[in-house]
C-alpha cells in the first residue's frame, strides 16, 4: 500500500482568541480545514468529490454535510444543460 502524502498547515492565533474558539468549536485544527475546505468548494477550487475525500466520507454525505453549513450545491446552469444532453444521449425519446 502507497504511503499518503499529507498537508499540514500551522499558523498562531493569540491565546486568549484560542481559548474562545476552542470552547465555542472544540478542535480547531478540523475546524480550520473544513473552513478552508468549505472556502474552496465555494470558490469552484474543488469539487464535492474532492471535499468528500478530503472528510474521509461519500458524496452523498458530503452533500448533506454542506447542506447543515448552509453551502449550497455548486450546479450551474452549464451543468444541468450537460446532465439534459447526456440524458437525452442515453434515453430515448418518448412521445407527450
Not at 499529507?6 to 480545514?33: C, T, V, Y
Not at 474552496?40 to 471535499?51: A, F, K, M, N, T
Request: aromatic share 6%; proline share 3%; hydrophobic share 40%.
Amino acid at each position: 500500500m502507497a504511503a499518503q502524502n499529507n498537508m499540514s498547515i500551522k499558523f498562531e492565533l493569540p491565546k486568549k482568541i484560542e481559548d474562545d474558539l476552542r470552547g465555542e468549536l472544540g478542535d480547531l485544527n478540523q475546524a480550520a480545514k473544513e473552513a478552508l475546505l468549505i472556502e474552496c468548494y465555494r470558490e469552484g477550487r474543488i469539487s464535492i468529490g474532492y471535499l468528500a475525500q478530503a472528510l474521509a466520507m461519500g458524496v452523498i454525505e458530503a452533500d448533506e454535510w454542506l447542506h447543515k453549513r448552509g453551502v449550497p450545491l455548486n450546479y450551474t446552469h452549464e451543468d444541468l444543460r450537460a446532465d439534459v444532453e447526456a440524458l437525452e444521449r442515453i434515453l430515448p425519446r418518448t412521445g407527450r
